[in-house]
């Protein structure tokens, strides 16, 4: 039914659990993962006559590292259960865009991901990126909660 099917990871525990099942499901109907790892871009906050800012090269490199980390337990997980993968890391501002350009352009036929279930003051601020995949995607998503 299914023939690629996209998993974006955060790194939590909660996203590995989703990684766990996403793939079991593409093992069982014979499908191929993606794996996606999202960073938002470098950038320097400023508040009054205070500027804090990592240097560049050691934001990017240490979210490189972080995402290599998270998107290696997709690949060894795959690997393991005999199911075809490849892994995305992108920098992004909008992490529910990048998941959906990634499905897009990896060509997925299903979203896999986990939800954090934020409500209260926490949700509305940082919204729900697994909301916002459901709002716009054009493909199923199955939400591992």
């Not at 996203?15 to 099942?21: C, D, L, T």
Request: glycine share 6%.
């Amino acid at each position: 039914m299914y023939k690629n099917i996209l998993i974006p990871t955060d790194g939590t525990d909660l996203s590995r659990k989703a990684i766990y099942h996403g793939i079991e499901l593409a093992r069982s109907m014979d499908a191929k993962v993606t794996g996606l790892n999202i960073s938002l871009p470098w950038t320097t906050i400023a508040i009054g006559e205070i500027v804090s800012a990592i240097p560049e090269a050691d934001y990017i490199e240490a979210h490189k590292s972080f995402g290599e980390e998270a998107l290696q337990i997709i690949s060894d997980t795959a690997n393991a259960a005999g199911v075809t993968c490849n892994v995305v890391h992108v920098f992004h501002n909008h992490p529910y865009q990048a998941i959906l350009e990634t499905a897009r352009d990896e060509k997925c036929d299903l979203i896999c991901m986990a939800s954090h279930g934020r409500r209260g003051l926490e949700g509305l601020i940082l919204g729900s990126e697994t909301v916002k995949v459901l709002t716009h995607c054009n493909v199923p998503v199955l939400v591992y909660k």
